[in-house]
């Protein structure tokens, strides 16, 4: 295997800068002094990050997006939590097929969950909201939920449990004060997971969001439209900027926790 | 009598442990069965109604379908989706291979977690500026064509390498590649060490290893790799309308009916051979444990 390690860094170096690439890209953008892309970019300035905070459409899509992945992943946590929960504790029948079930949001294409709410919310009758893109979005956030607890879970030693009971803790106790302290730092990592994914999400959203701004919506938008693009990558690195400091509070102990030996 | 109180105490306990049982799957259970399944119906309902204009008529019919069959351009466009996602998935899948090995056999933890991070970065700044930062790269005055020209390898820049096929392709595989990353980690990591030492004592070479020992193991998840950035390919139709050169895709056709074409039953329909595609193909990775992976 040794042998093998530098052909490995060479290959694995060379997809993580294609990886990268594009998002140095769009950051260099957004200090661009022009209305559009072309390079090399002439000169530099902050010009743009001041003209997102002056936009009114800017803050009001923030506001909505936020409100959304807020609501929407803790609804998610709440609901996907209990069947991981559930899914750990006992064996039953049909429990594969129960988990394919509960799975099918992820593995589906969000399109589908897209077309599919809005025939059925057309059907009776309810207006597209935020309420509608909230349930949309707990739909397949419950999935990504369930998933990721579930994983957790089951790296955790199975003899805590039963010792924690031979202890003469009750169940609720085994839970709140065995199980929960234990996951505590995978549940933060699977929140903040879900609401980049929420605030990502743009299918479920295309479908569902309709009169109101989103952030999906509002960048969608601004392309078709052609001009000041780079107000655009400004909004995108504010957003780069949020996501690495929310990632970067849980990330060493949302990486420790999942996988360590 | 001490027989009959056992008796009770797990009658007492078997019940509890139903009780508990639907308590906990309850809502997701609901929650999945009222908002994903019941609209899924819906869609399908939905599918037998039919256009008129711009009216929809809500009789049952099964004419959407018959012009799915009968008209090529439909299978035009589903058989390109699938020639895509088939490629894409491949690619990634492909990719994600040696940057995963490179992540669990060669990086020490720490430094896993750091170049982990990096993986999903880009996951983080949104997807539609992801997609839309192929453009800046590959546009006619984008960084790629300036770096040829200054390069002296192209007089005047290549106006094809930007609203293509290959654009469109590019751009997924860009997309989706830490999708198909992240499940391979999983699996790498899950492989118990001492497996390795021993296949090595026992004389396996490099690559004997790798094949004999690693890919088995690792199977599940390259499938899930592939499986993700496939169904997500399916379905995408925001990358091929910034990207692409014209040509539909089913989720642009999908959209577009459930838009600007306004006619949700044809849209519906549409939608159809997707699902069953990717039904079909779940149920044939499903057994090998694919799900474990994800």
Known sequence: ??????????????????????????????????????????????????????????????????????????????????????????????????????????????????????????????????????????????????????????????????????????????????????????????????????????????????????????????????????????????????????VGLTWSRLYKSPWSR | MLRKLHLAGAAYFYRARSLSLALGLAPSVLWLAVFYFGSLLALIATAFWRCQGPVVIKTLSLYNFERLVTQPLWRLILGRTLLYAVLVGLTDALLALPLAFFLVFVCAPRLRGVLLAFTIAPLWANYLLRAYSWKMVLGTSGVLNTFLMNLGVIGHPVSSLVYSPFSVYIALVHVWLPFAVLPMVAVLERIPHPLLEASEDLGARAWQQIRRVILPLAAPGITAGFFYSFSLTMGDFVTPNLLGSGSQFMGNVIANQFGVNYCPPMGAALAAPLLLTLVVLIGVVARRGVFEAL
Request: hydrophobic share 60%; net charge positive; charged share 10%.
């Open chain 1, 1 to 246: 295997m040794k042998r093998l390690w530098p052909l490995w860094t060479i290959l694995g170096l060379l997809v993580l800068i294609f990886l990268q690439l594009p998002s140095v890209v769009v950051i260099l953008y957004a200090f661009a002094d022009m209305s559009n892309y072309v390079w090399p970019i002439p000169a530099y300035t902050l010009h743009w990050f001041t003209r997102m905070f002056q936009d009114a459409d800017v803050l009001r899509a923030v506001t909505n997006t936020a409100i959304v992945a807020v609501v929407s992943s803790l609804l998610a946590a709440c609901v996907g939590m209990s069947a991981a929960l559930t899914f750990y504790r006992y064996r039953f029948r049909g429990r594969y097929a129960l988990q394919f079930v509960i799975l099918m949001p992820l593995l589906l294409p969000g399109i589908l969950t897209g077309v599919a709410l809005v025939s059925m919310l057309s059907r009776l009758g309810v207006p597209l909201s935020l309420l509608t893109l909230v349930i949309g979005h707990t739909t397949f956030l419950t999935a990504q939920f369930f998933n990721n607890t579930l994983g957790q879970l089951r790296l955790l030693p199975r003899n805590i449990e039963e010792a924690a009971l031979d202890l003469g803790a009750t169940q609720f106790q085994v839970l709140s004060r065995v199980l929960f302290p234990l996951l505590k730092m995978g549940l933060m990592a699977s929140l903040v997971l879900a609401l980049t994914m929420s605030i990502d999400e743009i299918a479920v959203t295309f479908f569902l969001t309709g009169r109101e701004l989103t952030l999906p919506m509002w960048i969608l938008g601004r392309i078709r439209l052609g001009v000041d693009l780079p107000l655009i990558n400004a909004v995108g690195v504010v957003m780069l900027l949020v996501s690495i400091v929310g």
